[in-house]
């Protein structure tokens, strides 16, 4: 019994692999179709698909590119926006500088001109005051000599020639 279960299996096994391959022809049209298949989808799906992933890497590719262009021409820019400014602070620095310098030296010359200016109201004061001195001296000794005449005619109630009198003034004036 043993020998006829195992025929009976393999005749079965024999019998469901022969049902699992199709036949030759059948076989050969399933690869045809299958190979149309493959070849309608490569021209209708993978082509178009790698096309579009092409223009796709491109287009990013470019934004990429156009991205570190426009990040140089920043850098550029920046840098020279940057250089600018440091040389407008210089040159700030240098008319604060010049301006410090003129101002001193308008300063300084202002000084000189006032102490000029001064030594010279001084020098003037000076001289009107020894002139008003002289002149009020000159009229005082003119007052003191008339008094002094007048009172010594009165004393003396004679009468002194002019000559005389000028004589007692000049020496009176010179003393």
């Known amino acids: 019994m043993h020998v006829v279960y195992k025929d009976t299996l393999g005749a079965r096994i024999q019998k469901e692999l022969s049902g699992l391959f199709p036949s030759v022809p059948m076989m050969v049209a399933t690869l045809v179709a299958f190979a149309i298949v493959i070849l309608i989808l490569f021209f209708l799906l993978y082509k178009p ?30 840098k020279e926006a940057n250089d ?11 008319l604060v500088k010049n301006a410090k310098v003129r101002a001193e030296k ?10 000029i200016e001064s030594k010279r109201i001084l020098e003037e004061a000076e001289l009107d005051i020894k002139q008003q001195r002289d002149s009020l001296m000159e ?35 010179e003393s």
Do not use: G, P
Not at 85 to 92: G, I, K, N, S, V
Not at 106 to 115: D, F, G, L, R
Not at 139 to 155: C, G, H, T, V
């Open 106 to 115: 308008v300063i300084i010359s202002y000084t000189a001109k006032a102490k």
């Open 49 to 78: 698909i790698k096309k579009s992933i092409k223009a796709r890497q491109d287009y990013i590719q470019s934004n990429i590119d156009q991205a570190k262009q426009t990040n140089d021409l920043s850098q550029d820019k920046l």
């Open 84 to 94: 600018k400014l440091t040389q407008a602070h210089q040159e700030a620095n240098n």
């Open 139 to 173: 009229d005082s000794k003119n007052n003191i000599a008339k008094a002094a005449s007048e009172l010594s005619r009165q004393i003396l109630k004679k009468e002194v020639s002019k000559k005389t009198e000028s004589e007692i003034i000049d020496k009176f004036l």
